[in-house]
Structure formats: C-alpha cells, structure tokens
C-alpha cells in the first residue's frame, strides 16, 4: 500500500514539473541560443535538484524516524546553497562603497545575511528534532513510525 501511495505522489509531482518546465521552454529555448554551457555554468543549480530530491525522497520514503531528520537536514541544505548561489553577481565585488568609482557592480548581501540566519534556525530544528528522536526511542524502543504508533495504540487501550 506504501509503495503505490509514493508512486502516485512521484506521479504527481513529475507531472507538475513537467507543467513547470514546458511554461519555461520559450526561457530555456533563448538560453540555450546564448550559448551557455548547461552543466559547467549551471553545476550549482544541478547540485541544488540533486540535493533537494535526496532529501525530499529521504523525508517521504523513509519511514525511521532518523533517516527524516536527515533528509530534512540535506533539503534544508540545498535550499541555502541555492540562495547563495542566487545571490552571486558575476563581476561583483563586496559592497564595499569605494570613492572616484561609481561605475563598480557590487553584489547584494541581503540573502548572504539571511542565510545566515537560516542556518541557525537550520542546527536549531536538527538538534530539537534529535533531542524528540532520542526521548521517542528511549519511551519506545525504536524509531519506526509503524512500531512507535502500535505501541501507541496498546498504551492507549
């Protein structure tokens, strides 16, 4: 029953993306005339989907209490790497304002400043998340969902 319900939502999702990627064919189609190199300039955004699905798959198929945290903790990663990666201007320097020369591209530290932040917040719910995993095995033993809501049950009844 599982695997048919990770199925349908695989399913799902890769027809969204595809919707996704066919409203953006006209973007690609003028990118790839630019000639761009689609792995050696964009490697960090390849590097960000490789990420994100591993953790996302992590959180959905794995049903150990654990192997979520961590793939929570490997998604929340890629989703920093791919503000800061957002936020790089090729040719810009630090905003570091210079006098006799206005003509400098600088590049913006508003989203190197808040992913800062999201990396405490990050360690903040990994190491919470880590203290609920540790109290849940030491009440039930194991870190299996099926295990722990069974258990559940029968202290209930």
């Known amino acids: 029953m599982r695997v048919g319900l990770v199925n349908s939502a ?22 790839a005339g630019s000639g761009r190199d689609w792995f050696g300039d964009l490697w960090v955004y390849w590097a960000v989907v490789v990420l994100m699905m591993i953790g996302l798959y992590t959180v959905i198929a794995s049903s150990h209490l654990l192997k979520k945290l961590i ?3 490997i998604f929340q ?11 790089k201007v090729e040719g810009g320097t630090a905003p570091i304002l210079w006098e006799g020369n206005p003509e400098v591209l ?8 808040l992913m800062l932040t999201a990396i405490v917040v990050s360690v903040a719910t990994t190491a919470v998340g880590l203290a609920l995993v540790v109290r849940l095995h030491e009440s039930y033993g194991t870190l299996e969902e099926d295990d722990i809501r069974v258990e559940d049950r029968e202290r209930m009844a």
Do not use: C, K, R, W
């Not at 695989?10 to 990118?31: C, K, N, R, Y």
């Not at 600088?106 to 400043?113: C, D, M, Q, R």
């Open 10 to 31: 695989i399913e799902q999702v890769s027809d969204t993306a595809l919707g996704a990627l066919g409203a953006a064919a006209p973007a690609v189609a003028s990118a």
């Open 71 to 73: 793939g929570l903790s």
């Open 106 to 113: 600088y590049s913006n530290p508003l989203p190197h400043a």
């Open 77 to 87: 990663t890629a989703v920093i790497l791919f503000f800061v990666a957002m936020a």
